[in-house]
């Protein structure tokens, strides 16, 4: 009995892991259906969020560091980076609330590469433009861990009186 447990539990993994390599071998969108021209569309089903490394320069002059998370590019504090897409189809539901919080005036991968740097524009400075607000509304949805994320807060809280 406990060998046909064993064997029953066996089967079912790898049933399992045959099932999640089939959805995950997927291609990903060609990067221009992130240029705000499809940003509402969502594949309804067997889609992966949008994952992005950030390629960020470096303080000696052209060299660049590529970054996997959001927190790695923070602590290393970096100022100028651009958004990468690995892998996924179609937006999280967080980006695409992110994206909506802009009124559609910034794409998803402006996004993605503001929300990795940090110390800079717009994480640091007041919010006087109706550009800067509707960056500011985007980066506060898609970023809440952002470590300056309290400022920008408060700086587009002001300019909105």
């Known amino acids: 009995m406990i ?12 049933l399992g892991a045959l099932g999640l390599s089939a959805c995950t071998t997927g291609q990903t969108e060609p990067e221009e259906s992130l240029d ?10 067997g889609s992966a969020p949008i994952v992005f490394a950030f390629v960020c320069s470096t303080d000696a002059g052209e060299v660049t560091e590529t970054f996997t998370t959001y927190a790695a590019a923070w602590e290393a504090e970096r100022a100028d980076c651009t958004a990468k897409p690995i892998t996924g189809s179609s937006m999280s539901a967080q980006q695409q609330a992110a994206v909506r919080a802009t009124d559609d005036h910034v794409d998803l991968r402006e996004l993605a590469a503001t929300c990795a740097e940090r110390g800079v524009a717009p994480w640091d400075t007041a919010v006087t433009t109706d550009e800067q607000a509707h960056l500011a509304a985007g980066l506060l949805e898609y970023c809440p861990g952002h470590p300056e994320h309290d400022h920008l807060r408060r700086a587009l809280a002001t300019y909105r009186g």
């Open 3 to 14: 060998t046909a447990r064993r064997a029953l539990a066996a089967g079912l993994v790898v």
């Open 36 to 45: 705000g021209t499809t940003q509402a569309e969502v594949s309804a089903s």
